[in-house]
């Protein structure tokens, strides 16, 4: 799955974008999960606070 994320984010004018990671714990069994988005790089700090 990588592979396509990267030919993506290579096309014209992707250098506006971010791949974000964030680490989520679950309220009902107390694991983690991982949540992860492309969105624009202005939207970066807006996607870690939530």
Sequence with gaps: M????VASLQKQG???????????KSDKTGSYAFK???IPNDNVNDFFKK
């Design 14 to 24: 992707a250098k506006s974008f971010t791949k974000v990671i964030k680490m989520v």
């Design 2 to 5: 990588a592979k396509k994320v």
């Design 36 to 38: 992860q988005e492309i």
